[in-house]
């Protein structure tokens, strides 16, 4: 994710951290040496574009326009809800480093903070379709090969709390309330799976990216007769406007990677990991993650 300040004119005219210029730079190269092709064709054939009319791409272009802010925002509200996931999360961890005071055994304590802690790595390395085990294993030996890690430390837990209870060590009460929030942690995982295995329609997405390449790639066929030589700029800015809509959707649809612009997973894993060893009374604790070049992973 990008934090920066809100950068001055020359930052924005020039600034490429977080910006989708150099991924669709080529794209819009080349449909820019293609206006510049036809606008050539155009000077020397003038007659071949004398009906060619531009009312078609401005209605076309409006439409086309309507239909990426409803794909954007759909990408957003998954960026979003991933984000609003993520701080669940944080709530119901910390909430459960607050309601487990009342265990006075420190081991007891320890095996549920770092079992959480370990909850936190595995769901990020799940959602990022890396090892789960391994993101698991330096907090809490849950063993077995089990098909969820995740929710495998989440029963583990969950196991201590009932033997607690049972053994009266806490109340009938506070074992609701514990349990409650490991509930609420699995609602987070289901959360977050639905959003990184439900991608958005594809027939939909397809229909977009062919529209945009049709338009782009027909829009000189329009502009060459009225403005000439200016068509090649108009064309690089249409098409930079475009392709960086539609590049910026498939940056947003997937919040969970390791884009420039997507949510830093790893620093917020990094800021539960410093709050309960904090905790269980660590003073040495991870440096909490800062953004490089502006960005935070």
């Known amino acids: 994710m990008i934090v920066r300040p809100k950068p001055n004119l020359l930052g924005i005219l020039f600034s490429l951290k977080g910006s989708i210029a150099k991924r669709i730079a080529l794209r819009s190269l080349l449909v820019t040496l293609l206006a510049s092709v036809i606008v050539l064709v155009e000077t020397l054939h003038p007659a071949y574009f004398s009906k060619v009319n531009a009312t078609p791409f401005t209605l076309l272009g409006l439409s086309l326009s309507i239909f990426m802010s409803f794909r954007n925002n759909a990408c957003y509200d998954r960026w979003w809800e991933g984000r609003k996931q993520l701080g669940q999360m944080i709530i119901d961890v910390r909430s459960l480093i607050r309601e487990t005071q009342v265990l006075m055994d420190p081991s007891e304590r320890a095996g549920v903070l770092r079992g959480l802690c370990g909850f936190a790595h595995g769901l990020i390395a799940r959602l990022r379709l890396e090892s789960e085990s391994q993101a698991i294993r330096p907090w809490i030996d849950v063993g077995g090969d089990h098909p969820n890690p995740p929710d495998q430390v989440l029963q583990t837990v969950g196991a201590r709390f009932s033997r607690l209870a ?101 620093a917020i894993v990094r800021t539960l990991e410093r709050e309960i060893l904090a905790a269980l009374g660590e003073t040495e604790l991870p440096p909490a993650l800062e953004p490089v070049e502006y960005v935070l992973t």
Request: glycine content about 4%; hydrophobic content about 40%; some cysteine.
């Open 166 to 266: 049972e053994q009266g060590v806490i109340s009938e009460w506070r074992y609701t309330q514990l349990e409650a929030r490991l509930v609420s942690l699995s609602q987070v995982q289901a959360s977050c799976e639905r959003i990184k295995s439900t991608p958005l329609p594809f027939p939909y997405t397809l229909l977009l990216h062919r529209t945009i390449y049709l338009f782009c790639i027909l829009l000189p066929f329009a502009m060459a007769e009225p403005l000439g030589w200016l068509t090649p700029v108009f064309t690089a800015i249409v098409s930079y406007t475009f392709f960086g809509l539609d590049e910026i959707g498939d940056d947003l649809e997937d919040p969970f990677g390791f884009d420039e612009n997507d949510l830093p997973c790893n």
